[in-house]
Nanobody, 124 residues
Framework: QVQLVESGGGLVQAGGSLRLSCAASGRTFSSYAMGWFRQAPGKEREFVAA????????YYADSLKGRFTISRDNAKNTVYLQMNSLKPEDTAVYYC?????????????????WGQGTQVTVSS
């Protein structure tokens, strides 16, 4: 069982940066893949980024490559999402996800554990 708590969201101007954190409980965190998804009002939840249990493999939505960076610290049971050059279209609730072995990281249905989400609002 893994419990996830996101933090770090807020209001930022376009061009600014934010770093989201997701703290996980449970002794098995280091064996789980971790991911970030986001959901804007009226839209489906979409994949943002994912990282393997060791941190050796990272995956990004094509549209976000170069602006967002996912990382993890297994000693702190925490995964991060560094977001730079933010745009108004990045406004969404950002969710942290965990799973022992998601077959397809871009599919939300492959992830078994979810946080409650943190709001990110980018003003123009």
């Amino acid at each position: 069982q893994v419990q996830l708590v996101e933090s770090g969201g807020g209001l930022v101007q376009a061009g600014g940066s934010l770093r989201l954190s997701c703290a996980a409980s449970g002794r098995t965190f280091s064996s789980y893949a971790m991911g970030w998804f986001r959901q804007a009002p009226g839209k489906e939840r979409e994949f943002v980024a994912a990282i393997s249990w060791s941190g050796g493999k990272r995956y990004y939505a094509d549209s976000l490559k170069g602006r967002f960076t996912i990382s993890r610290d297994n000693a702190k049971n925490t995964v991060y999402l560094q977001m730079n050059s933010l745009k108004p279209e990045d406004t969404a609730v950002y969710y942290c996800a965990a799973d022992p072995d998601p077959d397809t990281v871009v599919a939300a249905t492959e992830w078994g554990y979810w946080g409650q989400g943190t709001q990110v609002t980018v003003s123009s």
